[in-house]
């Protein structure tokens, strides 16, 4: 059984920063497409980092500069460092597992749609 956990959501003031966490089991994550999407109050679902199985990164245009994916297959985590937060980045942030094959820009455009996903970690940023 597949099974996606975040942590390490919070409040934090603009400017600051904070560390997501995914622990994957039940799939051999570490050469696979993975990523993160968040959904803002009343606002549709975002893609917002993927990571493929070459290791390459895709950022939305709102984080790019900002926000790092990265992961460590020796503790099956997939992280979201998250800096010079700002107020428009409080949304709740999920971790998603699209087909494992997936590369580039077709990893991170599969990332919403993905059928594997976590149950959110929620970050608030205040002004």
């Known amino acids: 059984q597949v099974q996606l956990v975040e942590s390490g959501g919070g409040s934090v003031q603009s400017g600051g920063s904070l560390r997501l966490s995914c622990t994957v089991s039940g799939y051999k994550f570490d050469t696979a497409c993975m990523g993160w999407f968040r959904q803002a109050p009343a606002k549709e679902l975002a893609a917002v980092a993927a990571i493929d199985r070459y290791e390459s990164t895709t950022y939305s245009n709102s984080v790019k500069g900002r926000f790092t994916i990265s992961r460590d297959g020796a503790k099956n985590t997939l992280y979201l460092h998250m800096n010079s937060l700002k107020p428009e980045d409080t949304a709740m942030y999920y971790c998603?597992?699209?087909?494992?094959?997936?590369?580039?820009?077709?990893?991170?455009?599969?990332?919403?749609?993905?059928?594997?996903r976590g149950q959110g970690t929620q970050v608030n940023v205040s002004a």
């Open positions: 998603a597992a699209p087909p494992a094959d997936r590369s580039g820009r077709w990893c991170y455009d599969s990332i919403i749609a993905a059928l594997y």
